[in-house]
T-cell receptor
């Protein structure tokens, strides 16, 4: 597609529910990132994929968070047993280049999925 | 580790005023530097970038110069418009490995007519 598409745009969950957030990156983009943006804050890195391989998951806040990109295109971020502190906007970004690119990689961001946990 | 510090907002300016949003960074190696903009209800958009010391990034009348000696990348615009109202994020991309981006906390700009 023309841009990075995320769904749903808005999600309200009761505490303890599981949620799944989807990201459709730009076709052919090798790298895919997930970020978490709390209200009034900058985006914080969660995890990185190069194609289907999850090369860095150091930013995932707990083992309740899980991300996958099984075919190297669409990615899903899953949050189990949601807590109120999980309320945030979850941003997905993709880029054309991968690990072996030595230049300045430009990320294209989706509009985000706003999660509210009650 | 890498970090970005930018001035707190909100910043309120009258139309045609001069804008400066300060940004400093801490990083190992030689990072690339970026300004992203987030308009209400939209995703982050790249505004401009600079990849090495003394480079000047510019776009839509905005500009920023990569100053290695002061580890700064201040955003400037000579004459702001109401349509520039948005949140601006300074960011750095580390050198080496995959291109992980670290963001500042953002500065909200409101331009009034």
């Amino acid at each position: 597609g023309a841009g990075v598409s995320q769904s749903p745009r808005y999600k309200v969950a009761k505490r303890g529910q599981d949620v799944a957030l989807r990201c459709d990156p730009i076709s052919g983009h090798v790298s895919l990132f997930w970020y978490q943006q709390a209200l009034g804050q900058g985006p914080e890195f969660l995890t990185y994929f190069q194609n289907e391989a999850q090369l860095d998951k150091s930013g995932l806040p707990s083992d309740r968070f899980f991300a996958e990109r099984p075919e190297g295109s669409v990615s899903t971020l899953k949050i189990q047993r949601t807590q109120q502190e999980d309320s945030a906007v979850y941003l997905c970004a993709s880029s054309e280049q991968g690990l072996d690119f030595s230049g300045a990689n430009v990320l294209t961001f989706g509009a985000g999925s706003r999660l509210t946990v009650l | 580790g890498n970090s970005v510090t930018q001035m707190e907002g909100p910043v309120t300016l009258s139309e045609e005023a001069f804008l400066t949003i300060n940004c400093t960074y801490t990083a190992t190696g030689y990072p690339s530097l970026f300004w992203y903009v987030q308009y209400p209800g939209e995703g982050l958009q790249l505004l401009l970038k600079a990849t090495k010391a003394d480079d000047k990034g510019s776009n839509k009348g905005f500009e920023a110069t990569y100053r290695k000696e002061t580890t700064s990348f201040h955003l400037e615009k000579g004459s702001v418009q109401v349509s520039d109202s948005a949140v601006y994020f300074c960011a750095l991309m580390r050198s080496g490995g995959y291109q992980k981006v670290t963001f500042g906390t953002g500065t909200k700009l409101q331009v009034i007519p």
